[in-house]
Nanobody, 116 residues
Framework: QVQLVESGGGLVQSGGSLRLSCAAS????????MAWYRQAPGKQRELVAA???????NYANSVKGRFTISRDNAKNTVYLVMNSLQPEDTAVYYC??????????WGQGTQVTVSS
């Protein structure tokens, strides 16, 4: 059973930084893609950043230049470093893992709140 456990969320002032972590219960290279999504109240869940097993990354336009996704295969952990946080970044952030053979897995989410 695949489990994804997020950590690192919290309350931060506008302009601040946070680092989210997502620890997987299985080897990261078994996933074709790892990603972070977020969902703000009353809004749809949206892709924030993704990284493939080959290291290719993509970002939502709203976070380009501020957020960085990375992976540490030795620790089976994916990170999201978030800089220059703004109130509009407030959301629950979810870790997502995609396997070609079995589809998507989700973590339980971690709350990020940015105060103005």
């Amino acid at each position: 059973q695949v489990q994804l456990v997020e950590s690192g969320g919290g309350l931060v002032q506008s302009g601040g930084s946070l680092r989210l972590s997502c620890a997987a219960s299985v080897s990261l290279p078994s996933f074709y893609r790892m990603a972070w999504y977020r969902q703000a109240p009353g809004k749809q869940r949206e892709l924030v950043a993704a990284i493939t097993s080959g290291g290719c990354t993509n970002y939502a336009n709203s976070v380009k230049g501020r957020f960085t996704i990375s992976r540490d295969n030795a620790k089976n952990t994916v990170y999201l470093v978030m800089n220059s946080l703004q109130p509009e970044d407030t959301a629950v952030y979810y870790c997502n893992a995609y396997q070609l053979s079995s589809g998507n897995y989700w973590g339980q989410g971690t709350q990020v709140t940015v105060s103005s």
